[in-house]
């Protein structure tokens, strides 16, 4: 017997995703993955073709209704929410409409750019003028840092006078405060050091 099928098959579940920590962003190296199924379970002519970040995906693979594309992020790629397009037929050859829209999830957004503070202060609790300046044994010192253009960062590692700091702020926010009170086997350096290292949600290190 011969099935007359004239019906253009469609798509019922599309998402995409990515390995980075933060599966809604990708950095450069970040393996992203675009998922889908044909609707009412209809098989698919392999292979469905697929661009992802205007690029051929790196690798296809699936069968019947279930597909999956990868691709691995490239410096040369355009920063921002991760484009694709996906091509498909049925098994008797009809073309179902391209689809560059997820239908479940959150988009990726692409960023490998590396994050900077405008602004990392130092002060103290002491009070003696000029206040804010100086500090004793028993005194908390306050280093707080807000990224360039309020970007969003992960939560940062700061050290003050060689310590591990206490971190206090919102992951995804730009601005963090650490803390830190002194003790007297602290060094004696007459100026008090600190450092930061930070991330923004993507994981570039600033």
């Known amino acids: 017997s011969v099935t007359y099928d004239r019906q253009a098959p469609t798509l019922s579940d599309v998402s995409i995703s990515t390995n980075n920590t933060n599966s809604a962003f990708a950095k450069e190296g970040s393996i992203i993955t675009l998922a889908f199924t044909a609707a009412n379970t209809e ?3 392999a292979d469905p073709t697929v ?3 205007g ?4 690798a296809v693979s699936g069968s019947g209704a279930s597909w999956t594309a990868t691709y691995t992020a490239l410096e040369t790629d355009t920063e921002g929410t991760v484009p694709f397009t996906i091509d498909f037929f049925d098994y008797s050859g009809n073309a179902g409409t391209r689809v560059t829209a997820i239908m479940d999830g959150d988009d990726v957004i692409f960023d490998m750019s590396k994050p900077t503070l405008a602004t990392a202060s130092i002060t103290s609790s002491n009070d003696n003028a ?3 300046t100086l500090a004793k044994v028993g005194d908390v010192i306050t280093v707080t840092i807000t990224a360039t253009n309020d970007e969003g960062l992960r939560e940062p590692e700061i050290t003050i006078a060689g310590n591990d700091a ?4 919102n992951e995804g926010q730009p601005t963090f405060t650490a803390t830190y009170q002194m003790q007297s086997s602290d060094a004696t350096a ?5 450092t ?7 994981g570039n290190a600033g």
């Open 51 to 53: 661009t992802i970040l």
């Open 55 to 58: 690029n051929n995906a790196d």
């Open 43 to 45: 098989n698919l002519l």
């Open 190 to 194: 007459d100026a008090i050091a600190f």
């Open 196 to 202: 930061v290292d930070f991330l923004d949600l993507a």
């Open 166 to 169: 206490i971190i206090a702020g």
């Open 130 to 132: 000029p206040t804010g």
